[in-house]
Nanobody, 118 residues
Framework: QVQFVESGGGLVQPGGSLSLSCLASGFTFSDYAIAWYREAPGEARVLVAEISSDGGATRYANSMRGRFTISRDNGKTTAYLKMNSLKPEDTATYYC???????????WGQGTQVTVSY
């Protein structure tokens, strides 16, 4: 079955960096775009970034563009999110998913918590 395992979150000071990983299984990873989402307390889950199936195209939410970089390794069925210049408002639980199109979604993983604070 489709499964996502996110990791790499933690506590970081404002201006710091973190790298998240998303290990996917249960489907042909290289056939699908991969999207990162985040959900802050009391807020809706929102799209952070998406990468095409071959990694050739990426897109970002406006507030993340220039600070975050999405990438993937199809051989390892893993997607990554490198986050630089982190701000307190980036505090959230981060999730990955198969595409930004909800009809392609599988079950959500447990997510990985990112906290940006002094």
């Amino acid at each position: 079955q489709v499964q996502f395992v996110e990791s790499g979150g933690g506590l970081v000071q404002p201006g710091g960096s973190l790298s998240l990983s998303c290990l996917a299984s249960g489907f042909t990873f290289s056939d699908y775009a991969i999207a990162w989402y985040r959900e802050a307390p009391g807020e809706a889950r929102v799209l952070v970034a998406e990468i095409s199936s071959d990694g050739g195209a990426t897109r970002y939410a406006n507030s993340m563009r220039g600070r975050f970089t999405i990438s993937r390794d199809n051989g390892k069925t893993t997607a990554y999110l490198k986050m630089n210049s982190l701000k307190p408002e980036d505090t959230a639980t981060y999730y990955c998913q198969r595409s930004s199109r909800s009809n392609y979604w599988g079950p959500w993983g447990q997510g990985t918590q990112v906290t940006v604070s002094y």
